[in-house]
């Protein structure tokens, strides 16, 4: 029997040749909706309770501002002082509401489609504290995390947006806050990046630095690159006024928004995981009123992320298994609405890379994603049910998001992949095996998947090798990466403009620059 050769030596080259975009195992965008915990019937109860709470519940703490565009809009306010929106304004906005919606990178190769199922990864948080595995501690996070985060997700091919992950609590200033927090992560990265703001004149401020980054507010108008993270809503149906300012100051300027309902079931929002959802989406709903009050068609993307207590202690539990589910049940019902939507999972309750980490992370990230959802914020990173962040955890994660988007993509079945032709040939010559057929050579980098730090070796091989430890590994890559990868799509001279006009903390010489 002759064996092909050189087929090993093929496969090491290929495997070290750049991929083309379209042949990537796993590309942005990839469709889910396959997993679905909720039945047509259950959708269409929830559905039905979300109008119901609406308009028998409403809001309390409408702003005038808020007040004055809603019930011009059909809402009514209550002599209760609650904001009450009826269905038929509800079903208004479903249709007025943008879809298909497209958030923007700096680089238009890194832009993303939102429409559909299509589901794409994203970072996000406001951990207070960096979890510094290589010193073996909790530290309070600083700007220069910050910005060494957004470079980090940059170099990750299955991170395709960067929402801030910590607070710079080097910056006591909450103007300053505001300005730097959106700085370092549109310098660290030409991804779409997610942001936040605590005072309505801090995103007008902002949104000046946005237009001398983009070129001019034309120019920022026509591609913008941040979106804002807005909990707009105190759950259970509460409104919070200074963050109903800044959603109507980013809405007025062209800015993408992310609606953020974060109720804790069995918290802030009930116990039943069903009425945990329904509440979450009534939250969300009311939201996108207000924006196509303001503005029809403005661009938003519903972000129902409620979260999980540990019903012992009360403390969130953002790493177990419901939180997997009730992020895949507020999915299918943006499916149902056809609407861009957003929710949070892989924020483990571990404190550093460990088991625990990356079990909870897949479990949960799985299902968000395979249950349709537009973007898994929190996905990479995030420690301590958020309270932590973790950089050389994004470049381990990276592997378990790569492989949650392999799952996602699914399996293409055709005439080709079902391979009856090859299969009869190898079994009739008596070859016997596929090792070195040109269909495995091609499609060996198209069909598979291949970690960057999973150890796949032999317990010979591993012992050969020192017995590297993956975390170590992680450590060593992060100090690679920031040590080369400054990214420069952000011009020096534009940089400096910024400098002149805005009160920014990093040095340039702390970026490498």
């Known amino acids: 029997m002759r064996r092909r050769s050189g087929g090993r030596q093929a496969r090491k080259a290929l495997r070290a040749a750049p991929l083309a975009e379209a042949a990537r195992p796993v590309r942005p965008g990839h469709t889910g909706g396959q997993f679905q915990p909720l039945s047509a019937g259950d959708i269409a109860a929830i559905v039905d309770n979300v109008f119901r709470i609406l308009e028998r519940v409403g809001f309390a703490d409408a702003t005038p501002h808020c007040i004055e565009t809603c019930t011009a809009a059909g809402a009514v306010l209550g002599s209760d002082g609650r904001l009450r929106m009826p269905r038929g304004l509800v079903e208004r906005t479903l249709t007025q509401a943008r879809r298909n919606l497209v958030l923007h990178g700096q680089d238009p190769r890194r832009d993303l489609d939102l429409s559909g199922t299509r589901v794409h990864f994203s970072t996000a948080g406001a951990a207070v ?3 510094d595995p ?15 985060m957004a470079r980090i997700a940059d170099d990750c091919e299955h991170i395709h947006m ?10 006591a200033d909450d103007y300053a806050l505001d300005i730097n927090t959106a700085y370092c992560s549109v310098m660290g990265t030409s991804k779409h990046v997610g942001s936040s703001w605590t005072l309505a004149p801090h ?8 237009h001398m980054i983009a070129g001019g507010e034309a120019e920022w108008r026509a591609r913008p690159f941040v979106s804002q993270s807005n909990c707009f809503v105190v759950p259970p149906m509460k409104f919070a006024a200074e963050a109903l300012e800044c959603l109507r100051v980013a809405v007025e300027g062209g800015m993408p928004v992310l609606l953020l309902s974060a109720g804790q079931a069995g918290a802030t929002a009930p116990a039943f995981l069903a009425g945990t959802v329904s509440q979450a989406w009534a939250e969300c709903l009311g939201g996108l009123i207000y924006v196509n009050a303001i503005e029809p068609g403005a661009p938003a993307i519903l972000g129902a992320w409620p979260f999980v207590s540990d019903l012992r202690t009360g403390a969130m539990s953002g790493g177990s298994p419901e939180q997997g589910l009730l992020s895949a049940a507020c999915a299918q019902v943006g499916n ?3 609407l861009p939507f957003g929710t949070a999972c892989g924020m483990t309750d571990s404190k550093f890379p460990d088991f625990q980490a990356g079990a909870e992370r897949a479990a949960t990230v799985l299902s968000a994603a395979l249950s349709g959802a537009n973007i ?20 381990l994660d990276n592997d378990i998001l790569g492989a949650v988007g392999r799952v996602t993509r699914g399996i293409e079945v055709n005439a080709d992949t079902l391979s009856f032709d090859e299969i009869e040939r190898i079994c009739t010559s008596g070859e016997g095996h596929y090792l070195g057929s040109d269909n495995t050579l091609q499609v060996m980098q198209s069909e598979y998947i291949y970690p960057d730090f999973s150890d796949r070796t032999s317990p010979t091989v591993w012992e050969e090798q020192g017995k590297p430890v993956l975390l170590k590994r992680a450590i060593e890559r992060k100090h690679e990466i920031l040590a080369r990868h400054v990214p420069r799509h952000v011009s020096d001279e534009v940089d400096a403009r910024v400098r002149a006009e805005f009160p920014i903390s990093l040095s340039r010489e702390a970026m490498g620059r």
Request: aromatic share 10%; charged share 25%.
């Open 129 to 131: 504290m960096l979890a």
């Open 134 to 148: 290589e010193n073996n501690l909790y530290r309070d996070s600083e700007a220069r995390d910050l910005y060494d």
């Open 162 to 171: 960067f929402q801030r992950t910590c607070v710079p609590r080097d910056i």
């Open 203 to 210: 995103v007008e401020k902002t949104l000046l630095m946005l």
């Open 336 to 338: 149902h609405f056809d």
């Open 376 to 395: 898994v914020y929190e996905s990479a990173g995030m420690y301590a049910s958020l309270l932590g962040a973790c950089p050389e955890s994004m470049l």
